[in-house]
């Protein structure tokens, strides 16, 4: 059965990209997956996984789903999911840019309903799972209602992992209580909590890591036994 994860969440900066990185790095050698940067309006992942592009097999796509009027098209997705399907990979690990992950509730609320989609996830015969990140400080808010408002929605018809960046969360334990009890009340909705994205860029091995994700550099490019550390420690947990 193929799989696709869709990192998705409406704030900007939340850390999406980063997830898919640190994806990417774990399977750097696993020709059976395959990553695609719906993020139009930075393509992020499509530079900080440069390194893919440097192997013999073609694993990093880069898909508009705006129309002729730089609108967003919700349907293309269909398009898009349907034609990764029809290819070799296994696994397939979607960047949806802010805007992109913004609409996606309204695919499901205003376009089609949650149980259409589950309907088109066992024609295909996959399995579509979500990855929503969220943040602390000044950003927690506005990526905490984007959870409940897709949770509302999806009605645990499909797993929802939870991914919490870690550096943004920094003295901010208390929230973490907090989505940790969201968590557990929601239970048969959200699937697990990850914590990832500790990484302090304040530090010579966190410059290191950062500069790296930041050139689309690969797993080989870690010298230091600090950073390489590190980022293996990211890798493990995502």
């Given amino acids: 059965m193929k ?3 869709f990192n998705i969440q409406s704030k900007g900066g939340a850390g999406k990209s980063m997830l898919t990185y640190l994806q990417a790095l774990k399977h750097e050698k696993n020709e059976k997956t395959a990553f695609v940067d719906l993020d ?22 880069s898909v508009d789903i705006f129309d002729n009027l730089k ?43 949650i149980e259409e989609f589950k309907e088109f996830e066992k024609e295909l015969k996959a399995k579509f799972v979500f990855n929503v990140i969220l943040c602390g400080g000044t950003s927690y808010a506005s990526t905490f209602e984007y959870l409940k408002k897709l949770t509302e929605i999806v009605k645990g018809k499909f797993e929802i992992v939870m991914y919490l960046n870690e ?67 990211e890798i493990a947990k995502v």
């Fill in 71 to 113: 609108k967003i098209e919700r349907e293309k997705l269909y398009d898009v999911l349907q034609a990764f399907n029809s290819q070799s990979f296994e696994e397939v690990y979607i960047d949806f840019g802010a805007p992109e992950s913004e609409q996606l509730p309204s695919l499901f609320s205003l376009d089609f309903t």
């Fill in 167 to 233: 550096l943004t969360f920094q003295n901010y334990n208390l929230l973490i209580d907090e989505l940790n009890e969201f968590a557990k009340k929601a239970k048969g909705y959200i699937y697990k909590v990850v914590r990832f994205g500790d990484i302090h860029v304040d530090r010579n091995s966190g410059q290191i890591v950062t500069e790296n994700i930041r050139n689309g550099m690969g797993f080989s490019s870690y010298h230091s036994f600090a950073a390489r550390t590190i980022i293996k420690r």
């Fill in 40 to 61: 139009s309006s930075t393509q992020t992942s499509t530079r900080q996984l440069a390194f893919l592009t440097s192997q013999e097999a073609n694993r990093l796509f």
């Fill in 3 to 5: 799989s696709f994860y």
